[in-house]
């Protein structure tokens, strides 16, 4: 995200109707459609893996500082995570602040397409750099 447009990450979304009926198949969840999303929760994989949701999300925040994300993005992102409940359902969010350069997962740069997120090319990566440039100047 660019300076001063903060993005987010809900865990405990099916992006789709197929993964939803499956996470209700395997895990006995009721899936509640929000638009074009379906909230599941992280409520199971709490329970499959003996923790309270408090203690899942400690766990996570501890993945999340173990990684070679790259500062300031890692900083933010550690001061930013919380939990909402939703028609009985934990969703974890994940606020993502703007940023003023590009961000990295050690020596690698992700570029976001719809859905999908894949490591960018040198020409992504490129007008990735020159759109930072951009809103800096502005």
């Known amino acids: 995200n660019a300076p001063g447009v903060d993005g987010f990450i809900y865990l405990g979304v099916a992006d789709n109707e197929s993964d939803a009926n499956r996470v209700a198949q395997l895990y006995d969840v009721s899936p509640v459609k929000v638009g074009d999303t379906y909230v599941v929760g992280v409520d199971r994989e ?3 893996s003996g923790q309270t949701i408090e203690e899942y999300v400690r766990a996570l925040v ?3 500082r173990a990684t070679d994300l790259s500062d300031p993005l890692k900083t933010d992102l ?3 995570v919380d939990t909402v409940l939703y028609r009985g359902l934990s969703v974890i969010r994940l606020r993502i602040p703007g940023q003023s350069t590009m961000s990295w997962v050690g020596e690698e740069t992700f570029v976001r397409e719809g859905s999908e997120t894949h490591p960018a090319s040198l ?8 759109r930072f440039s951009t809103a800096v100047n502005k």
């Open 78 to 80: 550690l001061a930013a």
């Open 62 to 64: 501890a993945d999340f």
């Open 46 to 48: 709490a329970n499959f």
């Open 123 to 130: 020409k992504q990566a490129s007008a990735i750099t020159a």
